[in-house]
């Protein structure tokens, strides 16, 4: 499985509803596939995440909310005005050391707007939904994270009643960071976890 391929073949009625329009208006000049790619780029991977990486962020930063994100993962995110389509009732997931957790929605692609953007297209395909269950090692490998044989991953199935938000661990040697700059640490993959936060290449 490439989460880097699209799954043309895959998509349901109104995915393929809406890619037969984005045809017919490409072929009569009305709009520019490139321009649209790079919208959604930045929807699916910089705006939206960042309210997450906001979320995650102030975690590490406020054991106070760390708490309460622990305890009521709605109301704390509620609290820094982050709410809205799919994001109504969240729980957040914290990584550690010996633990690690990997978000999916086997049914269909429930996913967190609110915090995380637009869905990338890898989410709602379904090898991943069914192989991140049955094979979450091998799948976190794909994307390019080994974890320790020792760890244990932790599978979490979205629903329309509740979407889940992985807190990754904090990267070492981020003491005294603002919020704001340990936010540019966590990606929306994190948030799934399909990565881990990290310092940038």
Not at 9 to 23: G, H, I, K, S
Not at 49 to 63: E, F, Q, T
Not at 168 to 196: F, K, N, Q
Request: proline letters at 7%.
């Amino acid at each position: 499985m490439s989460h880097d391929h699209d799954h043309d073949n895959e998509l349901d009625p109104f995915a393929a509803r809406v890619r037969a329009l984005e045809t017919i208006l490409t072929r009569k000049g009305l709009i520019d596939p490139a321009a649209i790619d790079v919208i959604v780029d930045t929807y699916e991977t910089k705006i939206g995440p960042r309210n997450g990486a906001r979320v995650v962020a102030k975690a590490w930063s406020d054991p106070a909310f760390a708490a309460w994100l622990r305890r009521d993962a709605t109301a704390a995110i509620e609290s820094l005005s982050y709410t809205g389509r799919q994001g109504e009732h969240m729980q957040a997931v914290f990584n550690t050391g010996n633990t690690h957790n990997l978000v999916v929605c086997t049914l269909c692609s429930c996913y967190p707007w609110s915090v995380l953007g637009l869905p990338p297209v890898w989410y709602k395909a379904p090898p991943y939904r069914s192989r991140a269950v049955i094979d979450p090692r091998g799948v976190l490998e794909e994307f390019g994270l080994v974890l320790p044989a020792g760890t244990k991953i932790r599978v979490w199935d979205s629903t329309a009643e509740l979407r889940y938000l992985v807190v990754p661990m904090r990267p070492e040697g981020t003491e005294g960071w603002s919020e704001e700059r340990l936010a540019e640490l966590v990606s929306r993959d994190a948030m799934i976890g399909t990565a881990l936060a990290s310092h940038p290449a």
